[in-house]
């Protein structure tokens, strides 16, 4: 694969599992939201004057999980390496044979000869390209969105014993 695809595959790919974890962050938090379980707000423990224990709770309520502080985990990739390796092996063979081969013919007054070449040529291009590629990314969780869960506060309207008195 060329190097530049390579980069936009891996660019394309971070960015639809990108997608794909924020859906299942949003995903689970609606889950969490729609998921009621029942919490006992409050437990008072009192030690009365000879050193007896009683305890008493406040009436159960019904929170949703969100709400009882369970949170999605969100996710982004902080980091991508793309390490390529090439080995490049060439080879080049060259290869000559020359046969040679003469005959003499000799007769009276007459002298008579041939020379018998035969040259053959042999070229051999070798090349071996060995490569591997590895991808790597880095998830990191990251803080959930600052307006996805708002801030709880109380308040609490109840009377004190001073107040009370006055």
Do not use: C
Not at 27 to 35: F, N, Q
Not at 121 to 140: I, Y
Request: overall charge negative; cysteine-free; proline content about 6%.
């Amino acid at each position: 694969m060329p190097f530049p695809e390579m980069i936009a595959s891996m660019g394309q790919g971070i960015a639809d599992a990108q997608n794909q974890l924020d859906m299942n962050s949003v995903e689970v938090a609606k889950i969490l939201a729609e998921t009621d379980i029942e919490v006992v707000p409050a437990i008072t423990r009192t030690i009365d004057s000879d050193g007896d224990v009683t305890y008493s709770s406040a009436t159960p309520i019904d929170v949703s999980l969100l709400q009882a502080g369970l949170f999605p985990t969100f996710y982004q990739f902080s980091e991508a390496v793309i390490e390529v390796e090439m080995d490049i092996k060439t080879t080049t063979e060259r290869e000559t044979n020359i046969d040679v081969s003469a005959e003499a013919h000799a007769g009276f007054g007459l002298w008579g000869g041939s020379i018998q070449t035969d040259v053959s040529h042999n070229r051999k291009f070798g090349k071996e390209v060995h490569g591997t590629s590895e991808l790597k990314t880095t998830m990191v969780p990251v803080p959930e969105p600052p307006y996805l869960f708002p801030e709880v506060e109380t308040v609490d309207q109840r009377q004190t014993d001073d107040e009370e008195t006055e």
